[in-house]
């Protein structure tokens, strides 16, 4: 039988000007510092709050999936494809899910956002106003959480959930060291750098990552309880 190919979602034009009702939250930090344990927790807070809101994770897209292992894994990218594929992941993701949900009133929960490519491909040597011409199309986050560890905490955390580390989180590719530890820490320094910058340009909140899971997750439902009109984006259940 002849298959039907589904259509896609039709994508927002990227140049209307947004409306966007919605909310935008960003987590932010190195590997392993704990962003997605509080970015989880900050979900199912505000789901059983009955808020409607949506969590979307860096490298994620189904289209770009494929492209980005295969690349990864025959080490054939270069700093500016590599870059490319993040950014058309994030693109495809921004507009089949961020922007809608957006403008239709979501708080949208993203797991990383434009700050990773920001540091970590201009750590790869890529232009840094080349790259935010590439995600010029992305909003600003209303707020974006910074999960501040030290280098040894994060890779203490990383190696408590699997034994070794991944080629390209300790930027193997960069060849800054042939010892996997040693590049980990030059190449998460660098970003560490990069992202301190980008704290005081955007205005991220700071968190101490080295605290207790529950202290920060407190500090965080505080935090975004504290700017935010939060009554907006409850789901009104409908009438019988
Ligand atoms: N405050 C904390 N104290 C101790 N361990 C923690 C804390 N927060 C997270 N962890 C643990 O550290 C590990 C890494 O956490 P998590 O996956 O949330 O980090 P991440 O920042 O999302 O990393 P990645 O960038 O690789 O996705 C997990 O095993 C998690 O349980
Ligand atoms: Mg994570």
């Not at 992941?89 to 949208?108: K, S």
């Not at 040597?125 to 600003?140: E, M, P």
């Not at 960069?174 to 955007?202: M, T, V, W």
């Not at 009109?229 to 789901?235: E, G, H």
Request: aromatic share 12%.
């Amino acid at each position: 039988m002849k298959q039907t190919l589904r259509k896609p979602i039709e994508p927002e034009d990227p140049r209307k000007p947004a409306l966007a009702p919605g909310l935008l939250i960003a987590v932010e930090g190195l590997d392993g510092s704990g962003k997605s344990t509080q970015l989880y927790l900050l979900k199912r807070w505000l789901e059983l709050e009955n808020y409607r809101v949506f969590l979307t994770e860096w490298n994620s897209s189904e289209m770009v999936k494929n492209a980005t292992k295969k690349g990864k894994k025959s080490q054939l990218l270069t700093p500016t494809t590599f870059s490319l594929i993040h950014s058309t992941d994030f693109a495809d993701r921004y507009e089949r899910q961020i922007q809608p949900l957006l403008r239709a009133g979501y708080i949208v929960l993203a797991d990383r956002y434009i700050f990773t490519a920001f540091a970590r491909d201009s750590v790869r040597q890529c232009d840094q106003q080349w790259l935010r011409n590439l995600y010029s199309f992305a909003k600003v986050p209303d707020m974006t959480f910074f999960f501040n560890v030290p280098l040894q905490t994060a890779l203490d955390r990383i190696l408590s959930g699997r034994p070794k580390l991944k080629f390209h989180e300790a930027g193997m590719d960069l060849n800054l060291s042939p010892d996997p530890y040693e590049s980990f820490r030059i190449f998460q320094g660098r970003i560490h750098k990069q992202y301190l910058q980008l704290a005081k340009e955007y205005k991220f909140e700071m968190i101490d990552a080295t605290q207790s899971i529950e202290d920060q997750q407190q500090y965080v439902r505080n935090l975004v309880s504290e700017r935010v009109d939060l009554a907006q984006y409850k789901i009104h259940k409908g009438r019988n």
